[in-house]
């Protein structure tokens, strides 16, 4: 059965893609990582709607971010003002 937010996902990927990332997806904590033209490596996880992150996922963002990664939140269909 396909995941609701999937079209929005593949979506962001396109994004990434156009500005020069390698995208590779993932699934574990996040939905994929973006390689940027300068070796920057993003991790990127698609929310469809103000949907929050998983246990597993903000423990993912907390290991990623405390070990100076990035760990980035892009979201479709979310009109409030404090998507976090």
């Not at 698609?46 to 996922?57: M, N, R, W």
Request: some cysteine; charged content about 35%.
């Amino acid at each position: 059965m396909p995941r609701k937010g999937r079209p929005c996902e593949k979506a962001r990927q396109m994004e990434y893609e156009q500005k020069g990332n390698i995208v590779i997806e993932t699934g574990k904590g996040h939905d994929f990582i973006a390689i940027g033209p300068k070796n920057k490596i993003t991790h990127v996880e698609v929310k469809q709607g103000c949907g929050g992150l998983t246990p597993f996922q903000k423990k993912t963002k907390a290991e990623i971010e405390k070990n100076g990664g990035e760990y980035k939140i892009e979201r479709c269909g979310c009109n409030r003002k404090n998507k976090r």
